[in-house]
Nanobody
C-alpha cells in the first residue's frame, strides 16, 4: 500500500528555518515524482516544489515563484524520504503542508488540478509567528 507521511511542522519565527519530511512506504521514492504543496483554509492549494522520478526525468526539480530561493527540495534514497527545507520563512508561509507521489512522475504541470498523483499525505501544520 502506497503511503506518504509528512512531519517536521511546527511553530517557527519569521526568518527562521524548518525542514519538512515526506516519508514514503510501499514504494521507492527514487522512482516517483514527489511534490510539495500547502493550503490555507479558504484558499486554493498551492504547489511549491517537485522533484521528478529518476526513471523519467532524472530528478528534475522545480519551484514556485513564491518559494524559489528560500526553499529547497532533496531526496534521501536510503531513508526513502523527500525533504523540503524552508529557509527565511515568512508569515505568509503559514499553512498546512502536504506531499504527494506519482509513479514515474515528471513534475510537468505538477501544480495543476488534474495532475495524476497516486497518493497524498495527511499534512503537517507550519505556523510562522513571533
Amino acid at each position: 500500500q502506497l503511503q506518504v507521511v509528512e512531519s517536521g511542522g511546527g511553530l517557527v519565527q519569521p526568518g527562521g528555518s524548518l525542514r519538512l519530511s515526506c516519508a514514503a512506504s510501499g514504494f521507492t521514492v527514487e522512482n516517483y515524482g514527489i511534490g510539495w504543496f500547502r493550503q490555507v483554509p479558504g484558499k486554493e492549494r498551492e504547489g511549491l516544489s517537485c522533484i521528478a522520478a529518476k526513471t523519467t526525468r532524472n530528478g528534475f526539480i522545480t519551484f514556485s515563484d513564491s518559494v524559489r530561493g528560500r526553499f529547497t527540495i532533496s531526496r534521501d534514497n536510503a531513508k526513502n524520504t523527500v525533504y523540503l527545507q524552508m529557509n527565511d520563512v515568512k508569515a505568509e508561509d503559514t499553512a498546512v503542508y502536504y506531499c504527494a507521489a506519482d509513479r514515474d512522475g515528471t513534475c510537468t504541470h505538477y501544480d495543476g488540478r488534474y495532475y495524476p498523483w497516486d497518493v497524498w499525505g495527511q499534512g503537517t501544520q507550519v505556523t510562522v509567528s513571533s
